[in-house]
């Protein structure tokens, strides 16, 4: 799943594009016969492909997916790196009874939210990832959110800027403070299992027997 930063940079390189008539194609892909997609207009960018415009300007998609869509879906709501982001449908979502790290990458509240981004806020927001939204303080929760907007907003700028983006505790051996770090894999019983990095000593967990917990 690519995170939203780098989904924005793609958008913000390819969207002068997007209102444009496709005059010529070329390339090859397995799902889509290329040539189908001539004269039509391009309206939303999420894509081997290469699509030729009016005024000599061409876009190339490599290892790409293609699908056809009938609509583009955007629920600026939930996009993490809208203005429109809805704090309160977030922190309500936080404050769940299940593990956080569940909710963080739940893509119905935190569009754009992926592993790495999950890893750095639970750190920099000292939340253990295994703590039970409802067993954690307002002021916890609300730290969360704020990182999460931080975070990917400095993320989004750094990759604009050709600029890495340096993480704490992510497929990190020790935190910033020189503690040994633990990795494991968690997620929703039946659901995806993503590796996580977390502090014990820097990220206490609420509540302290939590249901992952040996
Ligand atoms: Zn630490």
Known sequence: MPEGPSVRKFHHLVSP?????????????????PPDLQSLWLQDTQVRLVLHFGGGGFLAFYNCQMSWSSSPVVRP???????????????EALGKSQPVCYTLLDQRY?????????????????????????????????????????FSTNW???????KQQHTQIYQKEQCPAGHPVMKDEFGPPGGFQRLTWW???????FPPEGPHQP
């Open 17 to 33: 594009f997007v209102g444009q008539q496709v005059v010529k194609t070329g390339g090859s892909s397995k799902k889509l016969h």
């Open 77 to 91: 709501t939930s996009d993490i790196l809208s203005e429109k982001f809805h704090r309160g449908q977030a922190l």
């Open 110 to 150: 935190f569009s754009g939210l992926g592993n790495i981004i999950k890893n750095e806020v639970l750190y920099r927001a000292r939340v253990h990832p295994l703590s039970l939204g409802s067993f954690l303080s307002p002021t916890h929760l609300e730290a969360l959110v704020d990182h999460v907007v931080e």
């Open 156 to 162: 989004l700028q750094d990759k604009l800027q050709g």
């Open 199 to 205: 502090c014990p000593q820097c990220q206490p967990q």
